[in-house]
């Protein structure tokens, strides 16, 4: 099993790798907006507490769905080689629609299967997460 530390996307928040190869399946960790060398969040803003006081889902998917096209493409896979999509956001009522609405955007060619969770909070002040299957 091959791990992948992609020099494109956000540093790991913890002890793993942006993703794993087993045989030709590419398993990637769970992937959120942040940028790579940047604790800034884009769509987020925060107090000077580490609080969210505003954000804004459209522009924080728009930052995940570019980060995991850098990992996939850094380990040979792409965006229409997703076989499988899970979604975490933190605010299933008012970000469903937005993110639907983006993910149909970015999936026009591939429609992988999707599973999509509401949870209580992320690691970091974020409002979606996505963990991806692809293949290579």
Known sequence: ??????????????SYPHAR?????????????????SKQIP?????DKGNITSYDIEVQCRSVFENIKAVLEEAGSDWNKIVDVTVFLTNMKADFAI???????YFKENQPCRTTVEIKSLP???GVELKVIATI
């Open 1 to 14: 099993m091959d791990k992948l530390y992609s020099s494109k996307a956000p540093e790991p928040v913890g």
């Open 43 to 47: 769509g987020v803003t925060l107090d």
């Open 124 to 126: 970091t002040p974020i």
């Open 21 to 37: 190869q087993v045989g030709n399946l590419l398993f990637l960790s769970g992937m959120g907006p942040r940028q790579k060398g």
């Open 99 to 105: 993110y639907n609405r983006v993910y149909a955007e």
